[in-house]
T-cell receptor
Framework: NAGVTQTPKFQVLKTGQSMTLQCAQDMNHEYMSWYRQDPGMGLRLIHYSVGAGITDQGEVPNGYNVSRSTTEDFPLRLLSAAPSQTSVYFC????????????FGSGTRLTVV | DQQVKQNSPSLSVQEGRISILNCDYTNSMFDYFLWYKKYPAEGPTFLISISSIKDKNEDGRFTVFLNKSAKHLSLHIVPSQPGDSAVYFCAAYNTNAGKSTFGDGTTLTVKP
């Protein structure tokens, strides 16, 4: 049982390049989300989805794009990477009420130079 | 406007003693509160939660207390163990919005 799988684990990009961070889950959860964590800061919500075909913006959506064509996958696209997007990115899924919390992937550490 | 605040960036305690981590929130619409633990190079893991209609929830060595009038919650770890050393995030969940808001985290160090 893999849970939530994120790829790649590490990535270095040049300013202006684009890339896709992958997130896949095998827990059959409807809710999926992307967070970024910067040093000394908490987790800030980028985008989230409550089911296939439905996505919405979080608190820091600029520069990122998402789609949700299946229950299992929720990729995050960086359209034109900027140094301010250097961060650790976490994908999270949730299956029920707020009482049970989210299951997080192990993260993608992204550096934009 | 930070809706969930953890005012102590770090906490150091001796093994066997109690660890108390604090969290304040501003939005009355939150109806669940959660604590997550995060080790370096790993994703956060869910630890314990509490509904807004409760004032205490206990799970083994971990107890979460909620004071709604003060908009304050705390996580007690008794007794603390070196393996508890990690970053602890407080989170608040709004059912209507369908999403969680996280604090900045508190780094707990338990010394042997």
């Amino acid at each position: 049982n893999a849970g939530v799988t994120q790829t790649p684990k590490f990535q270095v990009l040049k300013t202006g390049q684009s890339m896709t961070l992958q997130c896949a889950q095998d827990m059959n959860h409807e809710y999926m989300s992307w967070y970024r964590q910067d040093p000394g800061m908490g987790l800030r919500l980028i985008h989230y989805s409550v089911g296939a075909g439905i996505t919405d913006q979080g608190e820091v959506p600029n520069g990122y794009n998402v789609s949700r064509s299946t229950t299992e996958d929720f990729p995050l696209r960086l359209l034109s990477a900027a140094p301010s997007q250097t961060s650790v990115y976490f994908c999270a899924t949730g299956g029920g009420t707020g009482l049970y919390g989210y299951t997080f992937g192990s993260g993608t550490r992204l550096t934009v130079v | 406007d930070q809706q969930v605040k953890q005012n102590s960036p770090s906490l150091s305690v001796q093994e066997g003693r109690i660890s108390i981590l604090n969290c304040d929130y501003t939005n009355s619409m939150f109806d669940y509160f959660l604590w997550y633990k995060k080790y370096p190079a790993e994703g956060p893991t869910f630890l314990i939660s509490i509904s807004s209609i409760k004032d205490k929830n206990e799970d083994g060595r971990f107890t979460v207390f909620l004071n709604k009038s003060a908009k304050h919650l705390s996580l007690h770890i008794v007794p603390s163990q070196p393996g508890d050393s990690a970053v602890y995030f407080c989170a608040a969940y709004n059912t209507n919005a369908g999403k969680s808001t996280f604090g900045d985290g508190t780094t707990l160090t338990v010394k042997p």
